[in-house]
């Protein structure tokens, strides 16, 4: 489904992603983990457009998709949660979710002209609304739906970026960090999200999270970078065992275990 080979870029004479080449499939959730400053992110940006590669390819469902601008990545499926502040804060939380269910279907279906068709605005109308509040309800905020997105608490804010995610419906999910700042109560309900999404086979997850337990739980495939580099790629207990993470990684960063 989404394969990067060679895939490098360099910021002056810094190589922060270094010739990586790695394939994920359908059905897998993969973690990408390594200390900060590893490269993790860089990768992630490579991937969604959000930086353009100096050396290397990106390929989705096999169509090189390397110099394609972020948003037409969107479009074709990559989904790269949004940080609320990107969006509109003002706006409720339903309606948030709604712009996203929306604008999912006007790309797909054509770009804005589909959408000034008023036969379908009207009647499409209806059905983004159900399904902002399907997609609500799955993430447990829908009791919020009417709220502001900026009112919400910190850990709600996160459930929503992922609400957004999933209105897109994409085909590869990319979490960066998606428990960064919960509380110990809300950890539990953006990873139980996560696991509801890895019963699908249709989809490719991608996480990077320096929580090790839940890397250990969720994960299908655990890919180490370590100053840019791919250092380990394989099953979840082999990698985490393997000398170049416990040192790599555990040994030198022994307060992220514990973050
Ligand atoms: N836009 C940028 N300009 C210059 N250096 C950058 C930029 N983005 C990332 N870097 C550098 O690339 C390296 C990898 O960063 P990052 O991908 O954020 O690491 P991680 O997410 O693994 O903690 C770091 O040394 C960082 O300083
Ligand atoms: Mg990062």
């Known amino acids: 489904m989404l394969e990067t080979k060679d895939l490098t870029i360099r910021f002056g004479g810094h190589v922060a992603v270094d010739h990586v080449s790695c394939r994920f499939e359908a059905g ?12 993790k992110t860089t990768y992630f940006n490579l991937i969604s457009g959000q930086l353009p590669a100096s050396e290397g390819t990106v390929t989705l469902g096999g169509e090189n998709i ?3 601008p ?6 074709r499926g990559l989904g790269r949660a949004f940080q609320l502040t990107q969006l509109f804060p003002n706006l409720s939380v339903h309606e948030n979710v709604r712009l996203a269910v929306q604008a999912r279907d006007v790309g797909r279906s054509g770009g804005v002209w589909a959408a000034l068709d008023l036969w379908r605005v009207w009647s499409d ?39 957004l995610l999933m209105a897109l419906d994409p085909k590869v999910y990319m979490f960066d960090e998606p428990t960064a700042g919960m509380s110990v109560d809300e950890v539990p309900v953006v990873l139980e999200l996560i696991r509801q999404l890895k019963r699908r086979k249709d989809i490719v997850i991608l996480l990077v999270e320096h929580k090790m337990d839940v890397v250990r739980e969720l994960s299908d495939r655990i890919v180490v970078l ?9 099953e979840p207990a082999a990698v985490i065992a393997s000398p170049v993470v416990q040192q790599a990684y555990l040994g030198m960063a022994p307060e992220e275990e514990a973050a």
């Not at 897998?28 to 490269?39: C, D, Q």
């Not at 209806?126 to 900026?150: F, G, M």
């Open 70 to 75: 972020a948003a037409l990545r969107s479009r």
């Open 226 to 234: 370590h100053n840019g580099q791919l250092v380990a790629d394989g």
């Open 66 to 68: 390397t110099t394609l």
């Open 125 to 163: 109308h209806k059905a983004w609304i159900t399904e902002a509040t399907q997609v609500l309800e799955q993430v447990n905020l829908a009791d919020k739906a009417q709220l502001p997105a900026s009112s919400l608490p910190h850990g709600d804010q996160r459930k929503l970026e992922v609400a």
């Open 28 to 39: 897998t959730l993969t973690s990408i983990v390594g200390p900060n400053g590893a490269g």
